[in-house]
């Protein structure tokens, strides 16, 4: 749908989101640091004319500021791959060279304690843009973090992301803002994920992007950006009923789709004795269902006058919105007789 609206707006964004696509692959499939370093630069090169617009300034700040970052990022990877090229023999590990390659790629990711540039970017990309953003642009750098990492510092890590990631969003007032830090506490998720297997990385990873696609879907057929606005609508009960179910799945409460992985990571933590982390990780959780369930509360609660123009984009895509919570709904129910 998004990419349909992106052919009709303009055909060269088309040509970069190919190069953006067959970076990050050049990027994960290269044999040499080096060729990784290039599919990063490349997938940077890509994404910045995707979300600059000239017609809006926010926007084009915005590039900027992805610029420096990733910038920022790919300087530090480079260097560390100088180093570790000209200092050491290939094979050899070395706890501070593996800390500062980490960082940079997680810096690239927008993961905690590196990203106080997130929540501000996300702020002023568009919806398809922010989705893009949250799920394509991680795949590249969590894949060359499952290379080469310190499993202590990683650890560390995590439990940053999650903390942040579910403090971070309790006072936010817009829609964007909430998703990023929903985003940074799931990358939390997905480094533990990649750091048991790549497979699980890749189911997790999967499942957070069908997620995050249609709440995102859904406020852009809305044209949402604030919390208000959802009590400002007297929307359809079908469309709040469908917001409930996938802020639900996004937090991990069961029975959605969104708690199957967290269900086999936290067995995963529970088998090898992370007691401590397993704390951590179902807490901070807690606390995001916590602000989704009171935004949600608070919409249904809430009922003003309604607004003519809300039915002009929804009538024709109500089946896609329906048909993605059935999915949510029914998709855990039936991976239970997987465990049983």
Same mark, same amino acid.
């Given at each position: 749908?998004?990419? !349909? ?7 060269? *964004? ?11 692959l ?11 370093? %290039?599919?990063?630069?490349?997938n ?18 915005t ?9 920022l990022?790919s ?19 070395n706890?501070?060279?593996? %800390?500062?390659?980490n ?5 690239k990711?927008?993961?905690? #304690? ?15 843009? @922010? ?6 642009? *991680?795949?590249? #750098? ?6 080469y990492?310190?499993? /202590? ?12 990631? =579910? ?6 007032t ?17 480094i533990?994920s %990649?750091?048991i =297997? ?9 499942i957070?992007?069908?997620?995050? !696609? ?13 919390m208000?606005?959802?009590?400002? @609508?007297?929307? /359809? ?8 179910? @996938?802020?639900l799945s996004?937090?991990?409460l069961? #029975? ?10 936290? *067995? ?26 009171r ?8 009922n003003?006058? *309604?607004?003519?123009w809300? /039915?002009?984009?929804?009538?024709? /895509?109500m089946?896609?919105? @329906?048909?993605s ?14 465990f049983?």
């Open positions: 749908m998004f990419f !349909f609206i992106l052919i009709n707006n303009n055909s060269n *964004k088309m040509f970069f989101l190919f190069i953006m696509f067959f970076s990050t050049i990027s994960i499939s290269s044999n040499s640091w080096f060729g990784c370093w %290039i599919g990063l630069e490349i940077l090169l890509s994404f910045i004319p995707l979300i600059s617009n000239s017609k809006n300034l926010l926007s084009v700040e590039s900027l500021k992805y610029f420096l970052t990733q910038s990022a300087i530090n990877f480079l260097f560390m791959i100088l180093i570790k090229f000209s200092l050491l023999k290939n094979f050899n590990m706890n501070i060279i593996s %800390i500062m390659m960082s940079s790629l997680l810096m990711m927008g993961s905690a #304690p590196f990203h106080f540039w997130f929540p501000n970017i996300v702020e002023g990309l568009s919806w398809m843009n @922010n989705f893009m953003l949250m799920t394509w642009q *991680k795949i590249s #750098p969590m894949i060359l973090l499952s290379y990492f310190n499993k /202590n510092f990683l650890i560390f890590m995590i439990i940053m992301n999650l903390i942040i990631g =579910s403090l971070g969003g309790l006072n936010q817009s829609l964007r803002k909430l998703l990023a830090f929903s985003s940074i506490n799931n990358l939390g998720w997905m533990f %990649i750091m =297997s790549e497979n699980l990385w890749l189911f997790y990873f999967l957070y992007s069908m997620m995050i !696609f249609m709440m995102i879907s859904l406020f852009f057929l809305m044209n949402m950006y604030f208000n606005q959802l009590f400002i @609508n007297n929307m /359809n009960f079908f469309i709040k009923l469908n917001l409930l179910i @996938n802020f996004l937090g991990g069961p #029975p959605f789709m969104g708690f199957m992985p967290k269900w086999i990571i936290i *067995k995963f933590l529970l088998i090898n004795k992370f007691y401590f982390l397993t704390f951590i990780f179902m807490m901070t959780s807690l606390i995001i269902i916590y602000y989704y369930i935004i949600i509360y608070s919409s249904f609660m809430f003003y006058f *309604k607004m003519k809300m /039915n002009l984009l929804m009538k024709n /895509n089946l896609l919105i @329906n048909l919570s059935f999915i949510s709904i029914s998709s855990m129910i039936l991976s239970t007789f997987i049983m």
